[in-house]
């Protein structure tokens, strides 16, 4: 081992050159280190804001498309819809079928429905407030039955919906 003398002092000193190396490399591992460590919370951030925003419902969910149980040509569904939420319905149909809709909801009348033909065309209902209907399909497509509630204050509606198509 090599040694020097400062002045003034009697005491010996060990090289550097080793220590400075373990410091440097310690450096780096502790750089590397901090820099995962960032970038893993930097992950867990940004998983956790894309659920919450989920969560709060920050994409449209795309409708629940109707089928009916083979040998059957009528459904029934049974939901609940909150504040001003809304249900989503797709229904395949063809032109000159019949299609009737029933609703019915607790609060009675708390729920009502919106019917449209494929590529949104006007199917001439009187109200976009529904409890019933009973028509001939215009064309073949995808039929969108929307379900609200017909107010805006807080509250829940349970309702209950039976379709028909022949």
């Known amino acids: ?71 059957t040509n009528s459904t029934v569904i049974n939901d609940k819809i909150h504040g001003t939420e809304e249900a989503e319905y797709v229904l395949a ?26 590529n949104n065309a006007d199917l001439g209902l009187e109200y976009d407030a529904n409890y019933d209907y009973t028509g001939t399909l215009p064309e073949t497509g995808d039929y969108m039955i929307i379900v609200a509630r017909p107010t805006t204050s807080p509250g829940t509606s349970t309702y209950r919906l039976s379709i028909t198509v022949r």
């Open 93 to 118: 149909a063809k032109k000159g079928q019949k299609l009737t809709i029933h609703m019915t909801s607790v609060p009675r009348k708390s729920s009502v429905f919106d019917l449209k033909a494929p």
């Open 1 to 71: 081992m090599v040694g020097f003398l400062t002045s003034g002092s009697s005491k010996r000193k060990r090289p550097r050159r080793k220590a400075v190396a373990f410091e440097e490399e310690l450096m780096k591992t502790d750089s590397l280190t901090r820099r995962a460590m960032l970038y893993s919370a930097s992950l867990v951030m940004l998983v956790v804001s894309c659920h919450l925003a989920v969560a709060q419902g920050g994409g449209k969910a795309e409708p629940k498309r109707i089928e009916f149980k083979p040998g």
